[in-house]
């Protein structure tokens, strides 16, 4: 069984500060991991993904993630936030030799303030 | 690129009726998924195509839910005696690729309201 867990269900920040969204993850074997960001009235987006190698993956947005093995964490993070970044935010995980079916966490909603 | 289609963009029905709903995925994309969404939730699975075959369906999907994905293009989604339960926004995605491409692009979901 693979399972994602974000712990927070809402992160404030101010605008200009760094920000951490955090998630966890369970898996068999090595793990894909996904972040996906849904603004108001708008479908899921891909924002970066971690398959193999270097463990600080850059994305969409600014946004980058770092992979961590032995906390098997997959944070998301931005050095700046923008009002404009305010969404949930989504982490998912699959295992690299199941199926193509990834499961998703509970979502975070990251809010920026002026 | 148009992006993955979903029709229609809401739906209300009463309790005990049938509802459809259709997806049509980006064109080159072999991979089809339907998952379902409800406030503070994540995208629940529901059931996944590759091509025109339905290789896996979550065992919490009631037998009154069926989906199907002919030719390998559009999908359908079929709620048959819908109940209050169901009320959710049912999202479609697909995919193409592994490794370093690999990555879900969804519709922008169909809202099923059951009153």
């Known amino acids: 069984a693979q399972s994602v867990a974000q712990p927070e269900d809402q992160v404030n920040v101010a605008e200009g500060n760094p920000l951490t969204v955090k998630c966890t993850y369970s898996v068999s074997g090595n793990p894909y991991l996904f972040w996906y960001v849904q603004y108001p009235n708008r479908g899921l987006q891909f924002l970066l993904k971690?398959?193999?190698?270097?463990?600080l993956v850059k994305g969409s947005y600014g946004f980058e993630a770092e992979f961590n093995k032995s906390q098997t964490s997959f944070h998301l993070k931005k050095p700046s936030a923008l009002v404009s970044d305010s969404a949930l935010y989504f982490c998912?995980?699959?295992?690299?030799?199941?199926?193509?079916?990834?499961?998703f966490g509970r979502g975070t909603s990251l809010i920026v303030h002026p | 690129d148009t992006g993955v289609s979903q029709d229609p963009r809401h739906k209300i029905t009463k309790r005990g009726q049938n509802v459809t709903f259709r997806c049509d995925p980006i064109s080159e994309h072999n991979r089809l998924y339907w998952y379902r969404q409800t406030l503070g939730q994540g995208p629940e699975f529901l059931t996944y195509?590759?091509?025109?075959?339905?290789?896996?369906k979550s065992r919490l999907l009631s037998d009154r839910f069926s989906a199907e994905r002919p030719k390998g293009s559009f999908s359908t989604l079929e709620i048959q005696r819908t109940e209050q339960g169901d009320s959710a926004m049912y999202l479609c995605?697909?995919?193409f690729g592994d490794g370093p491409n690999e990555k879900l692009f969804f519709g922008s979901g169909t809202q099923l309201s059951v009153l």
């Open positions: 995605a697909s995919s």
């Open positions: 998912a995980v699959r295992a690299s030799g199941g199926s193509y079916i990834p499961t």
């Open positions: 971690y398959i193999t190698g270097d463990n």
């Open positions: 195509f590759q091509n025109e075959a339905q290789l896996e």
